[in-house]
């Protein structure tokens, strides 16, 4: 059967991938599945094929998609999940270990269509101990673009939003901080009521980080684009 492997990102599967190869296993196909592929080498692993496969994930084969055939899945217990650090003021994506969701997830892509088996390199106290579910995104992300979507709409004060799961009151701040420095937003003194400038407005419209959209828009003024 076709093995299915997660790891945390590219550049170990780029790794493994060549490690793999080297070994020139007979009747074996390596393949590597992730978000920056195209769908053209995505698709790859629906393409019918004899011998053995071993697909070599990150946790986009989680839920995204569902690779036919595989036996065995082997998970390691760690992704990359996007944080915004408040102190440092920049997204990361440090490698942490998988929520107990996340992991039932892995679990369920093999035996779709047969009896299967899932090995997990981590013991099972240690899944046990795990959180039940990721964080929500808007709990570790900056809020720049939220917020600035909310102005745009007049939801009025963000931090008395009632939001399912309330971000932390720091990267609101943060959120409303960056917009005033990119001239989107203008702030009331108590720092409650935003309003959006021409500038802001010009950002809400553009589907991307509010910073990027202002360097796009600072580009076109200067005949970039």
Known sequence: ??????????????????????LDLRHTEVLPLYARLSNSEQNRVFQPHSGRRIVLATNVAETSLTVPGIKYVIDPGTARISRYSYRTKVQRLPIEPVSQA???QRKGRCGRVSEGICIRLYSEDDFLSRP????????????????????????????????????????IQDGVRLLEELGAITTDEQATAYKLTPMG????????????????LEAQKHGCV
């Open 1 to 22: 059967g076709d093995i299915l492997i997660f790891m945390s990102g590219e550049r170990e599967i780029r790794d493994t991938a060549d490690a793999l190869n080297k």
């Open 201 to 216: 407005r010009q950002l809400s419209q553009l589907p991307v980080d509010p910073r990027l959209a202002r360097m796009v």
């Open 102 to 104: 996340s992991a039932n």
């Open 132 to 171: 039940e579910f990721t964080d929500p995104e808007i709990l570790r992300t900056n809020l720049a673009s939220v917020i600035l979507q909310m102005t745009a709409l007049g939801l009025g004060d963000i931090a008395a939003f009632p939001f399912v799961e309330a971000p932390d009151k720091r990267n």
